[in-house]
């Protein structure tokens, strides 16, 4: 079996685990407000976090790609402008493939 | 990753964030166990759905294997608008199961035609990442001033430990922010999870 295969089999069985864990564990177990607090904010600490690394680095480094950045920024005014998920994600897209198609960036 | 990597990681783990950030990390070749940890972090907050939901779905023996894996953002919000518990257990199993099937189904679209086109550059894919995370987190952002400092803090964690440390690594470390976070607002109230739009519901629609 590939590593690939243990990190994707691993992320399930983790995945639903997470989830099998809420339904069977007693209420009271998670009840803390800080606890339910910190669960919310992982999510957005990671996801941010996640989204300027790939859009910023390449590994070790920092990697400023114009497309990539023109592409972001669609998705910042995408969402401004109140797009549905999807039109958000073709607008970043559609904005780093026309620019490179150009040859501007 | 392979076609049948990402196919059983949609149907398996079934949660859209964590199985972005698997994929964005395998992609990117970065460390297999970092993108393992923070895929499976990403998807705590199912544990704390599965809480509320097992209060108004009261699943027992082998149905709550089923409906734990049905435990994602949208079937919890359809449930716990219903008016009883009778109508929360319809809608839980008829949100599931058309999401289960449009969701595990786009997956498969997605990664055999990801393999059919040429340089994913081209049709600027490398974007398709940082755009959905965003606009995963966009709604949490406008909601308060904690998630947009929370987010700024994680940000600049993960960037600053770029150059020291493992590919993959410094997400993690970004999950500080949201301790932090914790810590200094507990009490922020829990907003409604029917106002809460999220990835996988709007992508299949």
């Known amino acids: 079996m590939t590593a690939a295969w243990i990190a994707v089999l ?34 957005i600490a990671l996801l941010a976090a996640l989204s300027a690394v790939q859009t910023v680095t390449s590994g070790h480094a920092f990697d400023l790609d114009a497309a990539r950045l023109a592409g972001l920024s669609a998705a910042v005014v995408a969402l401004l402008l109140r797009a549905p998920f999807l039109l958000v994600i073709v607008a970043a897209a559609g904005t780093a493939a026309a620019l490179r198609a150009a040859g501007i960036a | 990753m392979s076609v049948w990597q990402a196919c059983a990681l949609s149907l398996l783990a079934f949660t859209g964030a964590s199985q972005f950030a698997l994929a964005g990390v395998i992609a990117s070749g970065g460390s297999l166990l970092a993108g393992t940890v923070s895929a499976i972090l990403l998807g705590s907050r199912n544990t704390l759905y599965g809480l509320r939901l097992a209060e108004v779905l009261r699943p027992r023996g082998a149905r709550r294997l089923l409906t734990a894996l049905g435990v994602i953002d949208e079937t919890t919000a359809m449930s716990l608008a219903q008016p009883d518990a009778g109508s929360a257990r ?36 490398d974007v398709v990442g940082p755009a959905a995370f965003l606009a995963l987190i966009w709604p949490r952002l406008r909601g308060g001033r904690t998630e947009r400092l929370v987010a700024v ?21 970004a999950a500080t922010a949201a301790l932090g976070g914790a810590l200094a607002s507990p009490g922020a109230p829990t907003r409604s999870l029917a106002a809460k739009p999220t990835a996988s519901s709007e992508a299949v629609q």
């Open chain 1, 10 to 43: 691993a992320t399930a069985a983790g995945c639903y685990g997470l989830k099998l864990a809420g339904l069977t564990v007693p209420q009271r177990v998670l009840a803390s407000p800080r606890v339910r607090r910190f669960a919310e904010l992982v999510p």
């Open chain 2, 90 to 125: 319809t809608a839980f199993t008829a949100t599931f199961w058309c999401l289960y099937l449009t969701w595990n189904l786009a997956t498969l679209a997605g990664a055999v035609g990801a393999g059919r086109i040429g340089s994913p550059q081209s049709f600027g894919l």
């Open chain 2, 153 to 173: 803090a994680g940000v600049a964690i993960a960037l600053g430990m770029i150059p020291l440390l493992p590919v993959g690594v410094p997400v993690i470390l």
